[in-house]
């Protein structure tokens, strides 16, 4: 029997070693065979951050501080993986290291002995976030429905993906919570606990091979807590590799966990089975007081040597080598003394060899991991004993890693010869497990079509942000079209006629600025949706047009079938209608381009109402376009006001009509005394600027969202 090579180097040179209990299988090349179990590995993980400290002399100096260092060990495949530790430990931030979301990261992170690069972990995997971001106004049917078109893609029909997430429903227990609102603050809906599920199972509607958890109980109480783990346990049981975050678990959650991974200060304390903590405390030379749990009795632990001497930085080389950590004060030396522990080498009494042992065993080791629960199976390989809440796992086999498209040559490169020829079809375009093309499930048509029929089901149930701008609007309309009632033609008439005409684009601006949360409030969940390549942020952007589209031409309507004949206006009713619509179009562009790059309402407020004014003052009413300073006239070119203001005035008093008896004036010499030109194509051309800078935002618009809005550390 061959013997495996052990090094010794602990979590850090993880090894696939010969399963001892097996006799060695040679290959077609004489070689080895070893036993797979599958699963998640990470090998001296490291992610360094600069911070600023004060220095020995009170100065602030810029240091290298390591919030995750070298941190090594697995993931069992099929199993519930929690990462645990006090607060500032790291774990999430060690989370979004194994998800991908680092780019400075140093390590190698493989699934299923196949190294991953970030851009792979995120289309094989899912991330579910701490805080459930999700519309408040759709159904918990519809939100489902919506992420099985966004994430199956027109490879599954449409009775197929209803099938899916009917099924779905029906595991997370939320059979009864089919057809109620998500619900917010100010609407009644779900369950903190089933609103949990509901994000769960946004991310898993398509089978990921990972499932990674941020926190997935804060917040709740011990019931929907032992809930929502009772279904991450059911999606491991299914073949998922799940890893989650829990800050204190229940002891019935505890059951539920099959693999610990416990940090402090961004540092592998322990790393094993829930049942194996008692027998490391007692390698380390410390007893698990009879009555109290040991997961906590070792974080106890941990806390005393954090604020000892020592640090946790001797747990963390007994963990690594098995070198057992000196005791503190309590045991019989002192907490305060300066003179540092003497190592004690492999051959000393205190070197722990079983530590090594044990943790020289990994999913790639051939031992075989046991789970803390499994469904029985018969022969058939049914399962004896399915969830509690529904069948066994009906959403789908997880996707392999064989599967995942869109493979670059560089990541094309730690593919084996068979998971390469997987990947590709006849053309050697990358095929997923669900039969589409490319990184994205959908056609780019398609995604505009979901996002459309999401977006109008949204407005649809909350109609109150439309409705209000319509009936500010409305009301305006009635308001100007009694005030400015068939004006003279005199010299007050003129001046009622520009009043009317600069109060007009003030108030199709200022109509606009209730816009301002419309992005803030969906951009984590833009964050969440495109972070796994659900759509495209350009498509985001054009389905976001279309669907504003009828409703500015409704309210552009209103106010211009108000005001047209009541005030008696001259000119082209169509331009009258076309100048307001485009007005209103550049401005909802330009309050959500501002929206987009603002953190909250106040500072969104904030920059419409500042950009507002500088945008009135120079629009050419209070000072003409030609007697600006220089060195403010480019403040008249990008204020969107002028356009609209020149373009109704051009309309008005385009030609040669008389507007003033006493003194005489025609409408080109008003236009003449605004410095406005009277060129009859001049009008038009307004049009096209102001429809120029609706599509200006538009773009920085998408420029946000596709460079700036990503959840991704530096």
Not at 301 to 315: C, K, P, T
Not at 325 to 339: F, N, Q
Request: hydrophobic share 40%; net charge positive; glycine share 8%.
């Amino acid at each position: 029997m061959a013997q495996p090579n052990h090094r010794y180097g602990g979590h850090r040179d993880l090894e696939a070693v010969i399963d001892m209990d097996q006799p060695e299988k040679p290959t077609a090349k004489g070689g080895s065979r070893f036993s797979f179990t599958g699963g998640l590995e990470f090998t001296s993980l490291t992610y360094t951050v600069v911070k600023k400290q004060r220095g020995v002399g009170g100065e602030w100096e810029k240091k290298d501080v390591d919030l995750l260092h070298e941190i090594t060990g697995y993931a069992p495949k099929g199993c519930v993986t929690a990462v645990m530790g006090p607060s500032g430990a790291g774990k999430s931030t060690f989370l979004d290291a194994l998800a991908g979301r680092i780019s400075s990261l140093d390590g190698r992170v493989a699934l299923d002995g196949v190294e991953m690069s970030p851009s792979v972990i995120k289309r094989s995997s899912a991330y579910v976030m701490q805080d459930d971001r999700l519309f408040p106004m759709l159904t918990v049917y519809e939100t489902l429905l919506f992420a099985a078109d966004f994430r199956l893609g027109s490879a599954v029909s449409p009775s197929d993906k209803k099938l899916r997430v009917d099924n779905l429903i029906e595991q997370l227990g939320l059979t009864t919570s089919r057809n109620t609102y998500i619900g917010d603050e100010g609407t009644r809906g779900v369950s903190g606990g089933e609103r949990r599920r509901v994000s769960i199972g946004v991310d898993i509607i398509h089978g990921p091979a990972l499932l990674f958890l941020d926190e997935p109980t804060s917040g709740l109480d011990s019931t929907s807590a032992h809930s929502v783990i009772e279904k991450v346990h059911d999606i491991a049981c299914a073949g998922s590799t799940v890893v989650l975050t829990i800050h204190q678990p229940s002891s019935r959650i505890l059951q539920l966990l099959d693999h610990l991974i416990i940090l402090a200060r961004g540092q592998l304390m322990y790393s094993g089975g829930p049942k194996e903590v008692t027998a490391h405390l007692g390698r380390m030379g410390r007893k698990v007081p009879k009555g109290e749990n040991s997961i906590e009795h070792l974080l106890d632990v941990i806390q005393e040597y954090d604020q000892s001497e020592f640090g946790v930085n001797a747990l963390a080389e007994f963990c690594l080598t098995g070198l057992k950590p000196r005791k503190l004060a309590a045991e019989g030396i002192s907490t305060v003394s300066s003179i540092p522990p003497t190592p004690v080498g492999p051959g000393g009494e205190d070197f722990d060899h079983s530590l090594r042992s044990q943790h020289s065993k990994s999913p790639w080791s051939g031992a075989q991991f046991t789970p803390s629960r499994r469904p029985k199976k018969d022969q058939s390989g049914k399962s004896q004993n399915p969830p509690r809440y529904g069948p066994e796992i009906v959403m789908g086999t997880p996707t392999p890693l064989s599967s995942i498209s869109g493979y670059t040559v560089n990541e094309a490169d730690y593919l084996s010869p068979a998971q390469r020829a997987s990947t590709t079809g006849a053309a050697g375009v990358g095929i997923n497990a669900l039969g589409h093309r490319g990184k994205f499930a959908n056609s780019y048509a398609a995604e505009v079509w979901v996002l459309m029929r999401r977006n109008f089901t949204n407005i649809w149930r909350t109609p109150e942000l439309f409705l209000s701008r319509l009936m500010v609007l409305t009301v305006m309309g009635f308001l100007m079209a009694t005030m400015f009632t068939k004006p003279k033609d005199n010299t007050q008439g003129i001046t009622n006629r520009l009043s009317f005409f600069i109060f007009t684009v003030c108030v199709f601006f200022f109509s606009s600025n209730d816009a301002v949360p419309a992005f803030i409030q969906e951009r984590f969940i833009f964050i969440r949706e495109t972070s796994h390549n659900a759509y495209r942020a350009s498509a985001y952007v054009v389905a976001g047009v279309i669907t504003y589209l009828p409703f500015l031409l409704l309210q552009s309507a209103a106010y211009a079938l108000i005001t047209w004949w009541a005030i008696g206006l001259h000119g082209q009713f169509v331009y009258f209608l076309v100048m307001l619509y485009a007005s209103l179009l550049s401005t909802n562009s330009f309050v959500v381009f501002i929206s987009s790059i603002v953190p909250n309402f106040i500072l969104g407020y904030a920059a419409v109402i500042a950009f507002t004014a500088l945008f009135f003052l120079f629009c050419g009413y209070f000072v003409n376009s030609h007697s600006i300073p220089q060195g403010w006239k480019w403040m008249n070119t990008v204020s969107t006001m002028k356009y609209p203001y020149e373009g109704l005035l051009m309309n008005e008093f385009g030609g040669e009509r008389d507007f003033s008896s006493n003194p005489p004036l025609t409408g080109n010499a008003i236009l003449e005394s605004l410095t406005i030109s009277v060129a009859k194509d001049r009008k038009w051309r307004m049009v096209l600027y102001l429809l120029g800078w609706a599509v200006f935002y538009r773009v920085l618009f998408y420029l946000v969202l596709r460079f700036a809005s990503k959840n991704k550390r530096k």
